[in-house]
């Protein structure tokens, strides 16, 4: 109630800023070839703090207007083989600004993070980050995490076929890993093994994901990470632009279709999207996996405006996601000869998320006020008829407020409020967690020091989270007994980054964070269809405690560039559900049957956690590149003195791509990649099998070719094109990890796949 009155009274509070404009300020400029000085018309212009962006024209020159009148603003100019360049703007004393770029083999890569506390280009950004483009976001995948897995150093995914996936960043998943949308945490299943995140793939301009502990501006909960998700910019006054998108994947029939629109008319501007997906059984190379297609719609837009006051957006979306689920048995036949088509049997999920977000940026004297409000729905249902068993509803409520004060010799610093309410209901007959209210609090001050090639940061935070689980009788059984816990936690962060040339990088981190338990943790007492097990909670679990450090070693030269990194993370108070072979409840199924389910109970021991990640990207001519990445977690159940649970295996990636002139043709490319992972035996014995070690064949071909004025951009894409059987270590479906009983219950992944895809930008005037 109270996280609801402090919602309405932020918005009663926001709108007279409206009524109020500061002087309008404007930046121009012509960007140029740094050795030829040649224009070069086309150039991407951005100010992301602003959410703007434009091109530049026929003579190279662009220009914004209706800005600010005063702040620092970072500038970001991207042209298609030359560096990236940024450049920070202070708009109280304007100015001409131009870019002379340099000519580069090296593709163009994005270069400001907007996910810190401060934007700045990641050079000068301790935290160590990856920026996933909108180009590498098109690559084959069934959804948002299973494309940034394949792209990001050091993050893995949780998959349960080809539907759900959920992140793992250093060996940290679950609710210790952020996604954030719009400036607001995405709240919904992120404690579920069989639920993935509810937001369409299709939406993302780019991804940034933050590696390491991100507490410090998001609270419990980013313990591990942070998955930034970024809406497109706004194009330029009087413009539209937008893109259609389509796919289609042989191995499970899966048809992607997307539709955005976007327009910019004297600072109203507003975004629409419409996307579609469908898809039958996959097929692993054993056979097809029955019923194990899916569906899902999204729907999301945008109105605001951009003055020079700042900006003011209404961000809202609908995503809904059918999933069909196996109704097998330990021994049971898994496969068949052929798919069953696309049509969904039950049992099924049925997932639906609502999200309202308001998303502000305003221009106070020489000071900024960030402030994102958001509602969000969601709603899982788990149906076995068409009624469904598990109705789970949760509404969230939340507010984040950040206050930027105007830089001082070089010293930037902010202080921030946040607050949330979740309130849930269980409209079913089934019942796995209790009702529960959860109310949180938290503020953070932090301040960034830049001179010379270094920049210091540092900051604190503390926070208030109260949870509330109600007490439920069934039948006049108690099934949850209820709860109380008040958690509350100071931490703290340091980072620090030099520049020893304009090539060559180091960053250091080093902090403390924590993250509250779930109310799935604390009072889960019921069967989970969904991961063949009965859960039991601890209501007496304390807060995780993570103690973090990380150093990360960044170079860019000709003909190659790269990073790597090494981080040590040691979490007091782990916590996580495990099994005993041979304890199980046998439940009674809506046909009157008996079904047994191995007994998980959440407890807590001390974890640590170390690692590496990096890349290493050869051009050694304009046409050829190969690009590596690499990733490996090692981690130790302290108390028990054995390996921690459910970590990914090591993995190398390897791409060689080929971009050959032709004419006619524009960005042709030929690549073949090769993914390694290593074998994972560092298991826990208690509940886990191992995982082998395999080899994946891929391939892809594409360009882009003019019909009259529309560019279209056509591609073909193979993974795993030798069919290969294997087992991926976070494969839920594969041996031991749906049922202890019998370890030969398992799916392999998906086999062989080739997805088509055509893609056209849309640009009106």
Do not use: C
Not at 9 to 19: K, Q
Not at 461 to 469: C, E, L, T, V
Not at 507 to 535: D, I, M
């Amino acid at each position: 109630m109270r996280s609801r009155l402090l919602f309405s009274f932020l918005i009663a509070v926001i709108f007279p800023y409206y009524l109020f404009a500061n002087a309008a300020g404007s930046v121009s400029g012509t960007i140029t070839d740094a050795k030829t000085g040649v224009n070069l018309p086309g150039t991407v212009i951005t100010i992301s703090q602003l959410r703007l962006s434009t091109v530049a024209d026929a003579n190279g020159q662009f220009s914004f207007s209706s800005l600010p009148s005063k702040g620092r603003y970072v500038v970001e100019a991207r042209y298609s083989g030359y560096k990236t360049q940024v450049k920070t703007i202070d708009l109280a004393t304007g100015g001409a600004l131009n870019f002379a770029l340099e000519a580069s083999i090296v593709e163009i890569k994005e270069v400001v993070i907007t996910g810190t506390p401060i934007t700045s280009s990641n050079k000068s950004n301790s935290t160590s980050a990856s920026s996933v483009s909108r180009e590498e976001l098109l690559a084959p995948s069934t959804n948002l995490i299973d494309a940034l897995a394949r792209q990001v150093p050091g993050m893995g995914q949780i998959t349960t076929g080809g539907a759900i996936s959920k992140p793992v960043i250093r060996g940290l998943s679950y609710n210790r890993v952020v996604t954030l949308t719009n400036g607001v945490k995405q709240q919904g299943q992120q404690w579920g093994d069989e639920h993935g995140i509810e937001i369409d793939q299709n939406q993302a301009d780019r991804v940034e994901v933050l590696r390491g502990a991100a507490s410090l501006l998001y609270g419990s909960d980013a313990i591990g990470g942070v998955i930034n998700v970024l809406d497109p910019l706004v194009p330029s006054p009087g413009k539209i632009k937008g893109e259609l998108l389509s796919s289609y994947a042989t191995n499970n029939g899966l048809t992607n279709t997307s539709l955005m629109l976007s327009g910019n008319s004297n600072g109203f501007v507003w975004r629409g999207r419409g996307s579609y997906q469908n898809a039958g059984d996959f097929k692993t190379p054993a056979g097809y996996y029955i019923n194990s297609g899916f569906n899902n719609t999204s729907l999301s837009g945008m109105l605001g405006l951009n003055k020079e006051w700042g900006y003011s957006h209404l961000n809202f979306s609908y995503f809904k996601n059918n999933i069909g689920f196996n109704d097998a048995e330990p021994g049971d036949e898994l496969y068949t000869d052929k798919a069953a088509g696309r049509k969904l049997d039950y049992p099924r999920q049925d997932i639906r998320h609502y999200k309202l977000a308001l998303n502000n940026n305003f221009i106070i004297g020489n000071n900024t006020l960030k402030l994102d409000l958001g509602y969000q729905k969601n709603q899982r249902r788990e149906l076995e008829s068409p009624n469904p068993a598990l109705f789970f509803d949760l509404n969230t409520f939340s507010a984040d407020a950040k206050y930027y004060l105007g830089e001082a010799n070089g010293w930037q610093p902010i202080i921030g409020l946040s607050a949330s309410n979740e309130s849930s209901a269980n409209k079913g007959y089934e019942f796995l967690i209790p009702e529960y209210d959860q109310t949180s609090v938290g503020t953070f001050a932090y301040i960034k020091k830049s001179w010379d090639k270094n920049t210091f940061n540092a900051g604190l935070r503390y926070d208030y989270i109260n949870n509330d689980g109600k007490q439920l009788f069934v039948n006049g059984t108690e099934q949850f007994a209820g709860f109380k816990n008040r958690f509350s936690n100071v931490s703290g962060a340091a980072g620090y980054t030099h520049s020893f040339s304009d090539g060559l990088t180091f960053k250091a981190n080093a902090g403390s964070a924590f993250r509250a338990p779930n109310p799935a943790e604390l009072g889960s007492n019921g069967a989970h269809e969904g991961t063949v097990r009965y859960e039991i909670g601890n209501p007496n679990l304390k807060p995780e405690r993570s103690y973090q450090a990380d150093a990360t070693l960044d170079f860019d030269a000709d003909i190659f560039s790269g990073s790597f990194g090494v981080y040590e993370n040691y979490i007091n108070n782990y916590i996580y559900a495990s099994a005993k072979a041979g304890e199980q409840i046998t439940e009674i199924d809506a046909d009157g049957n008996p079904q047994n389910f191995d007994v998980y109970r959440y407890g807590q021991v001390n974890a640590n956690l170390y690692g590496l990640e990096g890349s290493l990207n050869l051009h050694p001519a304009e046409f050829i590149h190969f690009d590596n990445t690499f990733s490996y977690t090692h981690a130790q159940n302290k108390t028990f003195d054995r390996p921690l649970a459910l970590i990914p295996a090591g993995v190398i990636h390897n791409t060689l791509r080929f971009e050959p002139k032709v004419n006619g043709l524009k960005n042709l490319y030929i690549s073949l990649g090769v993914d390694n992972f290593f074998s994972q035996n560092r298991i826990d014995p208690t509940f886990e099998t191992p995982a082998g070690s395999y080899t994946l064949l891929n391939a892809g071909v594409g360009a882009t070719f003019n019909m009259g004025k529309q560019a279209v951009k056509l591609a073909i894409s193979g993974n795993n094109l030798t069919d290969r059987r294997y087992y991926d270590a976070l494969n839920r479906l594969r041996p031991g990890r749906l049922a202890l009983t019998d370890p030969s219950f398992g799916v392999y992944n998906p086999g062989r796949n080739v997805t088509f895809s055509l893609y056209l930008p849309l640009n009106i005037n």
